[in-house]
């Protein structure tokens, strides 16, 4: 079992810029994991940000925030970023940290379905 406990999430305004904190704990090694970030706006589905192989040689991310967003991970304390820069109002949701193992050292997932552990979500806000 993986716990995922999110942070970092907040109010700001456009242009500004976060960075979510992700840390994983749990009885097995999160160093083989994937991970994700998710995110849900109000009356809309949850939907696809970025992933990190568990390696971190590999990323890929959602179209709307290439350029804007980096994932990285920190292996040694067990902790996943997201930095989002040069915020806009419709990046405004509940950010979603998700985790899953996988063998391959450069695989990366980015359906919803595909992982199986999650954390409670931080609310990031950007006004314009």
């Known amino acids: 079992q993986v716990q995922l406990v999110e942070s970092g999430g907040g109010l700001v305004q456009a242009g500004d810029s976060l960075r979510l904190s992700c840390v994983a704990s749990?009885?097995?090694?999160?160093?083989?994991?994937?991970m994700g970030w998710f995110r849900q706006a109000p009356g809309k589905e949850r939907e696809f940000v970025a992933t990190?192989?568990?390696?971190?040689?590999?990323?890929y991310y959602e179209d709307s925030v290439k350029g804007r967003f980096t994932i990285s991970r920190d292996r040694a304390k067990n902790t996943v970023y997201l930095q989002m820069n040069s915020l806009k109002p419709e990046d405004t949701a509940v950010y979603y940290c998700?985790?899953?193992?996988?063998?391959?050292?450069?695989?990366?997932?980015?359906?919803?379905?595909?992982?199986?552990?999650w954390g409670q979500g931080t609310q990031v806000t950007v006004s314009s």
């Open positions: 749990g009885p097995s090694s999160v160093g083989s994991y994937v």
């Open positions: 998700a985790a899953r193992y996988s063998y391959y050292m450069r695989a990366t997932y980015s359906t919803s379905s595909d992982y199986n552990y």
């Open positions: 990190i192989s568990w390696s971190g040689g590999s990323t």
